[in-house]
């Protein structure tokens, strides 16, 4: 498991294009029979790709969860949310078999022991994108078909922003400890998300880009508002954005993006919005 540390504000508006993508991009989510972690110090947030082949893949594989967690097994201390974007499978928790289709979501609450991720069919693997984030209590275990999640038309096309926010874990359709999740797709002609953009001191985030043509790109805002940077994404990689980093994106062509948060409450609106002519 990748460990990063935290940055401040102060500090990053001196990084190099290098020292940038090596703090906030994460990349190599999804590699047919491998899992990928990234362990963030900001909120403790966990960002994983877990794409099985003909085996099964298990939440903690190939992992000392003693070592890395402080922990007998994974979820003792955590919750966890998951998004499918690749083909059929399934998520079996605690011996609960929960069939995925693309697009299906699954929240899964602190105390389940064994999370099992399976893909249907090998040559259309399942690519479970996870976010797991520290949890006091424990809620059920729910599976989110996108049709049930939460739907939030935004923008418009003049303004080439034309989005539907989906929500998936959000007090409105299931309760979560911290853990917010969910999954925005631009419509065609639309390339900006989250402009006019804002920050939000009190969660981090962390968003993840796919549904992106092979050359295409998308440039990532980030920073102070006065001090905004840029780093280039690719087809399923993502970026963590701290509490004072401005998060936005603007692609050359349509995409979709998963967007998680986690920290000290799961206000959708809690956000400090930035005013275009404040930006630098």
């Known amino acids: 498991m990748i460990v990063r540390e935290p940055s401040n504000s102060k500090d990053a508006k001196h990084y190099t294009t290098d020292r940038l993508r090596d703090e906030f991009l994460v990349q190599?989510?999804?590699?047919?029979?491998?899992?990928?972690?990234?362990?963030?110090?900001?909120?403790?947030?966990?960002?994983?790709?877990?794409?099985?082949?003909?085996?099964?893949?298990?939440?903690d594989e190939d992992m000392d969860v003693m070592k890395s967690l402080g922990v007998n097994y994974f979820l003792e201390s955590?919750?966890?949310?998951?998004?499918?974007?690749?083909?059929?499978?399934?998520i079996t928790v605690d011996g609960n078999v929960y069939a995925m289709k693309s697009q299906d979501g699954l929240y899964v609450g602190k105390g389940n022991k064994e999370v099992i991720?399976?893909?249907?069919?090998?040559?259309?693997?399942?690519?479970?994108?996870a976010l797991s984030a520290p949890a006091h209590m424990h809620y059920e275990t729910v599976h989110i078909?996108?049709?049930?999640?939460?739907?939030?038309?935004?923008?418009?096309a003049e303004s080439a922003n034309k989005r539907i926010i989906f929500q998936f874990l959000h007090p409105e359709v299931l309760q979560t400890?911290?853990?917010?999740?969910?999954?925005t797709k631009m419509a065609p002609g639309s390339v900006w998300n989250t402009m006019p953009c804002h920050s939000h001191e009190r969660r981090m985030e962390?968003?993840?880009?796919?549904?992106?043509?092979?050359?295409?790109?998308?440039?990532?805002?980030m920073g102070e508002p006065t001090e905004t940077r840029h780093i280039v994404l690719r087809n399923e990689e993502a970026v963590?954005?701290?509490?004072?980093?401005?998060?936005?994106?603007?692609?050359?062509?349509?995409?979709?993006?998963?967007?998680?948060?986690?920290?000290?409450?799961?206000?959708?609106?809690?956000?400090?919005h930035i005013a275009m002519k404040d930006l630098r």
């Open 206 to 221: 962390v968003y993840f880009y796919f549904d992106l043509p092979q050359d295409s790109i998308v440039l990532h805002l």
């Open 117 to 129: 991720f399976a893909s249907d069919d090998v040559n259309n693997p399942s690519k479970y994108y």
């Open 177 to 183: 400890c911290q853990l917010s999740m969910g999954l």
């Open 28 to 59: 190599d989510l999804f590699n047919l029979g491998k899992i990928q972690r990234v362990y963030s110090h900001i909120d403790r947030i966990i960002t994983m790709g877990f794409c099985p082949d003909e085996q099964s893949q298990k939440l």
């Open 145 to 156: 078909d996108i049709t049930k999640a939460k739907q939030v038309p935004m923008g418009d």
């Open 78 to 90: 955590r919750e966890l949310g998951v998004i499918n974007i690749g083909g059929p499978g399934t």
């Open 240 to 272: 963590i954005a701290p509490s004072w980093s401005i998060h936005s994106g603007c692609g050359t062509s349509a995409y979709s993006f998963i967007w998680g948060m986690v920290g000290e409450n799961k206000t959708f609106t809690d956000m400090d």
